[in-house]
């Protein structure tokens, strides 16, 4: 089995940081691509970010590009979202995901539990 935790999430006010990690333990993967998306309440998981295994190709949704940053560490199985410039629309559950390179949720076959990040005004 593969399991996937996230964490780093927290309440933050608006113009803050916050970096997400996830940790990836379990059956050993290989050639993954990893991946971020959000979900507030009421509305549909939606794409954040997603990365290459070898971290040579990188997409954002247009809302988060110039302010996130998704990287990874593939000698500690371990992924990031270093999220700046945050603002109340970012507020939202988390996930971290494994699987194919993509936007679309269904490219990925692992999923963590999810951690809040909640923006103030």
């Known amino acids: 089995q593969v399991q996937l935790v996230e964490s780093g999430g927290g309440l933050v006010q608006a113009g803050g940081s916050l970096r997400l990690s996830c ?7 290989r050639n993954y691509a990893m ?10 998981r939606e794409f954040v970010a997603t990365i290459s295994w070898s971290g040579a190709i990188t ?3 247009d809302s988060v590009k110039g302010r996130f940053t998704i990287s ?6 371990t992924g990031y979202l270093q ?3 945050l ?18 949720r269904h490219l990925y076959d692992y999923w963590g539990q999810g951690t809040q990040v909640t923006v103030s005004s």
């Open 87 to 104: 603002k109340p629309e970012d507020t939202a559950v988390y996930y971290c995901a494994a699987g194919g390179l993509g936007r679309e």
């Open 72 to 77: 990874r560490d593939n000698a500690k199985n």
């Open 83 to 85: 999220m700046n410039s």
């Open 23 to 29: 940790a990836v333990s379990g059956r050993t993967l």
């Open 35 to 44: 991946a971020w998306f959000r979900q507030d309440s009421g509305k549909e």
């Open 59 to 61: 997409y954002y949704e």
